[in-house]
């Protein structure tokens, strides 16, 4: 596998409890770690011992997470230092969600309008929806799009109602140009489009949907509405070659045996998970990270996003960096990295060979 890091660094995967083949043990429920701070402490726990046994402790040591797993290891970075006196040498976040008010889409919270509209411009791009005049490279179009979310358009979300009818439709109008739907549906969104409404809409007139992991990948609309994500292509897309491939791998290769369930996506755990700790509050862990690394100035964070991504927007995760106000000389210690794929960027041939590259020249650094 010439895009593997084994010749850059061992590796070692861990799935925390009710994912993979982890299970709690005997007389302890799964359902016991389906917690913030339990599942965070489980697998810190599982580090420092890893450490411990395989005399790890004077190597240099990354953490990488993917999605939920940038939360867990935001929350690890702080659990590591200040309950086992590990330092972590550095930080690899993959598709980033560290403040979910970034992505929230919630009576009240502007942020992922405007968070979400470079991701939107990017996917209309892909699909041919812009007008002639606005397919432009694919970053110039993400950039010009940033600018306008950052500028003019978030001004227009907090005038709201002040805003007068005139200069509604105006913004109507260029928020339809940058993402590629009419002006008409903006206005009656309130120049507010959420997710689920993109998504349905963009290829309205071909009866697709795009994905949420990947605008990419499209899918037949199952229904008339448009009132909820009715199918996730691009999930649709990984599942099964995952399955598959991660399950012949397992028993075939590596001559691992065992008849439990792969748990490879167990939503599930979602409706059961607890945030306990965030009561009252979007979950936020860009804190503690802050925390972490003004104590640890050694520790370096590389952030990868992907254009397409629709569950993470590469936006939120900019904000989220941007508003951690770290002193000026420890920000170059924050890389962003960009890949013309989705939330599983390395699905992209092209995306998984630039990967390869960042992620060496991280770890070399």
Known sequence: NEHSLLDESDLVFIDPVGTGFSRATVGEANSAFYHFRKD???????????????????????????????????????????????????????????????TRFAPGNDLPYALYLPSYAAAAWYHGRLETGQQQSLADTVQAARDFALGDYSAALMRGTLLSAAEEAEMAARIGQIIGLPADLVRRCNLRVDLTTFVNELLREQSKVIGRLDARFTGYDLGPTGRQINLEPSSLAYNGPYTAAVYDYLRRELKFESDLPYEIMNMRIN?????????????????????????????????????????????????TFNHLYLPPDLRDHVQMTYYESGHLMYVHLPSLQQQKQDLAAFLQG
């Not at 599982?46 to 290891?73: D, M, N, Q, V």
């Not at 935001?74 to 590990?86: E, I, K, N, P, V």
């Not at 590389?302 to 927007?313: I, K």
Request: aromatic share 16%; hydrophobic share 40%.
């Open 40 to 102: 965070v402490a489980s697998v810190g726990d599982f580090i420092r011992l890893f450490c411990t046994r395989y005399g790890r402790w004077a190597s240099p040591k990354y953490l990488i997470g993917e999605s939920y797993g940038t939360t867990r290891a935001a929350a690890l970075s702080g659990y590591l230092q200040d309950r086992h006196g590990l330092f972590l040498n550095g930080i690899i976040f993959v598709s980033t969600i560290l403040n979910f008010q970034t």
């Open 271 to 319: 409706s059961d998970w607890h945030f306990d700790e965030f009561e009252g509050s979007y979950v936020d862990v860009s804190e503690t990270l802050r925390r972490i690394m003004v104590s640890n100035p050694h520790l370096r964070v590389l952030v990868c996003n992907g254009y397409y991504d629709m569950a993470t927007p590469f936006a939120a995760a900019e904000y």
